[in-house]
C-alpha cells in the first residue's frame, strides 16, 4: 500500500505537470515547420531492442548524444550522470562507483563484498558488463549516444536491472566511408596538478562489403589529496592514467547479413584515492607522543602508498541476419579483467594489534591490504525481432551467461609474526596461517562460479495508431557455488562451500496513449529483480569481545540473503513541439527483500541484511527549450522519497544497522537539479563561436541507513595508543550535504572541422562529500569520499 506521504508528493507534483502538458496543444499540434528539435527529441534509440524514437520509447528514458557529452566535458559517467534526472553516481573511489536509480540503493557497497549482485544493468551496445562496484568507467569517446533506461527492465535485460539499465551506445564502422577524428587536452586540476588526454578515431572501407573502426585513447588524470606521513608530506596522490583501444570490423557479405566482431582494452591506473580524512590511529589531536595532527581538506595519512589498476578486456561478436520480416540478432561476449586495489592498513591492523597488546613498534608496521578480483565471463543472447509495419510487433530470445569471478585478500605486514609469536607463544603464526604465507595476518580466497540461463519475450499491438499495448516476460534461473578460504591471525580458519539458487518470472505490462500528434501518455507496471547471494562469515577475532561480543552477536549467523524484488508503477508523459521537449514521469517502486548492506562494526565485516518491504516514490521531468535560433536551454531534476516499510531487529527488538521503518534509503538525494544553456552564434560565414554554462544541484544523503540514527555522531576509538587515551570522541555530522557544481565553456568551431574549447568544471571550487568511510567501524580511520575540485582545460578536435 502506497504510504499518504508518498502520496501526497507524487500527486501534488506529478498531476499538475502532466495535466500542464496535456493543456498545452497549442505547442505540439503541428510540427512539420519545426526547427531542429531542442534536447534531442529525434535521437534513435533502441531500448526496447529495435530502433525508434526517444519520444516513442513507452516508458521514462533519457539519451545524451557523443556531442552532448563533448559540450559538457563528460569523460567519465559520474560526470554524465549529473544531468541525467533520478540517476545518482555514488563516488566510493577510483574505479568504485556505484550506480542507482531513481532511489532504489543497496547503500554503501566496497570492494570486499564480491557476491553482492548489481542494481543497474550496464551494456556496452549489446554485451552486458556490469559488475557490481567494479562495472568499468568506460572512456566516453566515440560514443553515439548513453541511454539510460528508468525503472526494471528485467523483461528485456535482466538480472541487475531492477533499478534501470545504461546503455553505452557506440559508433559503429562504416561501409564506404573514409572519416576520422583526433583530440587533445590539456588541464590543470587545483591550479598545480596537470592532466590530459589524447583520442583519436578513424574509419576505414576495406573494399565494398567491410570497413574497420578504430579508437584509441590516453588520458592522464591530475591528483588533488595530499597524503602526510612520517616526516614528509606527499601532494597530489590520487592522479592516475587511463588508456585503452576500441577496434570493431563490420563485415556485410549481404544486403540482409551483418556480422561484426570487436576487441575493447582498457586499463585504468590511480596512484591513490580521493579520501580526505578526520581521524586516523597514527594521526588525530589526542596524541602526545606522536605529533598532534588536525586534517585540512583533501588531506590523508599514510604509511605506505595506495593504488588502484583495473585491466579490463572485452571481445564479442554480433551477427545481424534480416530473414525478411523479422530480424535474427545473435551475441557472444568473453570479458576477462584483473583488478587490484591496494591499500594502506596499517592504521586498521595497528588498531587490531592495539587490542591484542602488542607493544608500539608492532602497533605501528606498515601493513598492506591487496584485494584482488579475476574475472572471466562468458555470455551469449539469441533473438528474433519482428520487422515490418504491422500493428502486431514482438520479441523473443534467450540468455545465457557463465562467470567465474576469484576474489583474494592478502595484508603483507613484514615482521608481524615475530610479534605475534611474542605474544601468544612460539609458532603461534605458521598455526594459524591454514596454508597461506606468514607475515601476512588475513588472508582469503573466494571463488564464484555463476551460471544463469533465460528466456524472454515481449509483444505490443497498435490499435489505430492511437493505442499500444505491450506485454512480455522473463523466465530466469540462477546458481551460485561460492568457496570461502581464510588464514591468519585475524581470520577463523575457515574452509567452506555454499551454494545458492533461484528462479522465477517476471512480467511488464505497458500502454502508450498519442493523445496528439506531440502529447503521448504512458503507463506501466513492471517487475524487477537482484539476485541473492552468500554472506561472508564475519572476522570473529577482530570482534570486540569475540564471538559473544555485541557486534558478533548482531551480524553474525547470518548465512545467506534472499532475491529482492519489485514492482514499479509509472505514469509518464512525452511533448514535443516547435522548438521545445517536455518528458515527465511519476512513478511508485515497490520493494521486497530489499538487499541492504550493514557495517559490522569491530568485526571489519560486512554483512547483506534483507530488509522485507520498503518504497521509491517521486517524479522526475527533463525540459528542453530553443527560444531563438542558436540558443538552447535544459532543465532536468527529480524529487524522490526512498524509505523503508519495515525494520530489522535483533531477537531482543533492536533495531539492527538504521533498517527502520520510516527511515530514508542511503545514498539518494531527495532533490536533484540540473540546468544547462547552449548559445551558438555565426562568427564569420565559415565559423561557429559557443558558449555553454550549467549548474547542478545534489541533495542531501546518507552513506549507510544507520547514519541518520544519533546524529551528529561520536566517535570514540577506545584504544590507548600515541599518547591517546582512545575515549576523547571525534564528533562527526554523517548527513552528506547537498552541493552545487557550476562548468563553463567556450569554443570556436570551424566548417573544415576544426574545433577550439576553453572549460572550467566546479568553478567554485565545491568541495562536496560524496561518501563516508569508518576503518574498523571507525576505530582505526574516519574520512569521506570528495569530488574533483576546480580544473581548468583546453581542447582542441579536428575532424576529417
Avoid at 549482485?117 to 568499468?136: A, C, H, M, N, W
Wanted: net charge negative; aromatic share 10%; charged share 20%.
Amino acid at each position: 500500500m502506497i504510504r499518504s506521504t508518498a502520496l501526497r508528493r507524487m500527486t501534488s507534483c506529478a498531476i499538475p505537470v502532466i495535466a500542464v502538458a496535456l493543456a498545452t496543444p497549442a505547442f505540439a499540434q503541428d510540427t512539420s515547420n519545426a526547427e531542429t528539435p531542442a534536447s534531442g527529441n529525434d535521437i534513435v534509440v533502441t531500448a526496447t531492442l529495435r530502433d525508434s524514437s526517444l519520444q516513442d520509447v513507452p516508458f521514462s528514458i533519457n539519451a545524451q548524444t557523443g556531442e552532448d557529452l563533448e559540450r559538457a566535458n563528460a569523460t567519465t559517467l559520474e560526470a554524465a550522470s549529473r544531468n541525467v534526472a533520478g540517476l545518482n553516481i555514488q563516488n566510493l573511489g577510483p574505479g568504485q562507483s556505484q550506480v542507482s536509480i531513481r532511489g532504489v540503493s543497496a547503500g554503501q557497497v566496497v570492494r570486499d563484498q564480491p557476491g553482492v549482485k548489481e542494481q543497474v544493468g550496464v551494456y556496452l551496445d549489446e554485451s552486458v558488463i556490469s559488475l557490481s562496484l567494479f562495472t568499468p568507467d568506460l572512456d566516453l569517446f566515440d560514443l553515439n549516444r548513453l541511454e539510460t533506461l528508468r525503472g526494471p527492465q528485467g523483461t528485456l535485460f535482466g538480472a541487475g536491472s531492477i533499478g534501470g539499465t545504461i546503455r553505452y551506445i557506440t559508433n559503429q564502422p562504416r561501409l564506404g566511408t573514409t572519416e576520422g577524428v583526433i583530440e587533445g587536452n590539456l588541464n590543470l586540476v587545483d591550479g598545480d596538478s596537470l592532466g590530459g588526454q589524447l583520442r583519436g578515431v578513424i574509419n576505414l572501407p576495406i573494399g565494398d562489403n567491410a570497413a574497420l573502426r578504430a579508437v584509441a585513447y590516453y588520458s592522464r588524470f591530475g591528483g588533488f589529496i595530499d597524503a602526510l606521513g612520517p616526516n614528509r608530506v606527499q601532494e597530489d596522490v590520487n592522479d592516475g592514467r587511463r588508456y585503452g583501444l576500441r577496434v570493431a570490423l563490420a563485415f556485410q557479405p549481404s544486403d540482409n547479413l551483418t556480422i561484426t566482431p570487436r576487441i575493447v582494452y582498457q586499463e585504468s591506473v590511480y596512484d591513490g584515492f580521493n579520501r580526505q580524512e578526520i581521524f586516523n590511529l597514527y594521526a588525530n589531536p589526542n596524541t602526545t607522543t606522536r605529533p598532534p595532527v588536525t586534517f585540512d581538506e583533501r588531506q590523508q595519512y599514510l604509511l605506505l602508498d595506495e593504488g588502484f589498476r583495473d585491466q579490463t578486456l572485452i571481445a564479442d561478436l554480433t551477427t545481424r541476419a534480416d530473414l525478411g520480416g523479422a530480424v535474427l540478432t545473435l551475441v557472444g561476449s568473453y570479458i576477462n579483467r584483473d583488478i587490484l586495489v591496494s591499500r594502506d592498513a596499517s592504521a586498521l591492523t595497528g588498531s587490531v594489534s592495539v587490542d591484542l597488546g602488542f607493544p608500539a613498534a608492532g602497533v605501528l608496521l606498515p601493513s598492506n591490504l591487496r584485494d584482488t578480483t579475476d574475472l572471466e565471463s562468458w555470455t551469449g543472447e539469441i533473438r528474433l525481432a519482428s520487422d515490418n509495419d504491422s500493428p502486431f510487433q514482438w520479441v523473443v530470445g534467450a540468455f545465457h551467461s557463465q562467470v567465474d569471478r576469484a576474489y583474494s585478500q592478502r595484508l603483507p605486514t613484514p615482521g608481524y609474526d615475530a610479534f605475534t609469536d611474542a605474544r601468544f607463544g612460539a609458532g603461534t603464526s605458521a598455526a594459524v596461517a591454514n596454508g597461506f604465507p606468514l607475515q601476512s595476518p588475513y588472508n582469503a580466497d573466494i571463488p564464484y562460479d555463476i551460471k544463469q540461463f533465460a528466456v524472454f519475450g515481449e509483444a505490443s499491438y497498435n490499435f489505430a495508431d492511437m493505442l499500444t499495448l505491450t506485454a512480455g516476460g522473463r523466465y530466469y534461473d540462477f546458481q551460485e557455488t561460492r568457496q570461502f578460504i581464510s588464514g591468519g591471525l585475524f581470520s577463523n580458519g575457515d574452509r567452506n562451500t555454499d551454494r545458492t539458487s533461484s528462479n522465477g518470472f517476471t512480467p511488464r505490462f505497458l500502454l502508450s496513449w498519442r493523445a496528439s500528434d506531440g502529447i503521448t501518455v504512458n503507463a506501466q507496471a513492471s517487475r524487477g529483480f537482484r539476485l541473492g547471494g552468500v554472506n561472508d562469515p564475519l572476522n570473529i577475532p577482530l570482534c570486540s569481545g569475540g564471538a559473544g561480543g555485541v557486534d558478533a552477536m548482531t551480524y553474525g549467523n547470518r548465512p545467506s540473503y534472499d532475491d529482492e524484488k519489485s514492482w514499479n508503477y509509472e505514469l509518464g508523459v512525452k511533448t514535443q513541439g516547435d522548438g521545445f521537449t517536455f518528458n515527465a514521469a511519476a512513478f511508485y517502486n515497490d520493494i521486497s527483500n530489499l538487499q541492504m548492506t550493514a557495517d559490522a562494526g569491530s568485526c571489519s565485516s560486512r554483512v547483506v541484511f534483507n530488509v522485507p518491504k520498503a518504497h521509491t516514490a517521486g517524479v522526475e521531468f527533463e525540459l528542453g527549450v530553443e527560444p531563438v535560433d542558436g540558443l538552447n536551454l535544459g532543465l532536468s531534476g527529480s524529487i524522490l522519497e526512498a524509505r523503508f516499510d519495515s525494520s530489522v531487529t535483533t531477537t531482543a527488538g533492536v533495531v539492527i544497522a538504521g533498517f527502520r521503518d520510516g527511515n530514508r534509503l542511503p545514498s539518494t538525494p531527495e532533490f536533484t537539479l540540473a540546468a544547462s544553456a547552449d548559445y551558438s552564434f555565426d562568427l564569420t560565414d565559415d565559423t561557429t563561436g559557443f558558449f555553454r554554462a550549467s549548474v547542478q544541484h545534489i541533495g542531501s544523503r546518507y552513506t549507510q541507513a544507520s547514519d541518520q540514527e544519533g546524529n551528529p555522531r561520536s566517535f570514540v576509538s577506545g584504544l590507548a595508543f600515541g599518547g591517546a587515551t582512545g575515549t576523547v570522541p571525534t564528533v562527526v555530522d554523517l548527513q552528506l550535504g547537498d552541493y552545487q557544481l557550476v562548468d563553463l565553456s567556450a569554443g570556436v568551431e570551424w566548417d573544415d572541422g576544426l574545433s577550439v574549447t576553453v572549460y572550467v568544471t566546479n568553478l567554485f571550487d565545491e568541495n562536496a562529500l560524496l561518501s563516508f568511510d569508518r576503518e574498523r567501524g571507525g576505530r582505526a580511520r574516519l574520512g569521506f569520499s570528495t569530488n574533483q575540485p576546480r580544473t581548468i582545460g583546453l581542447t582542441v578536435r579536428k575532424s576529417f
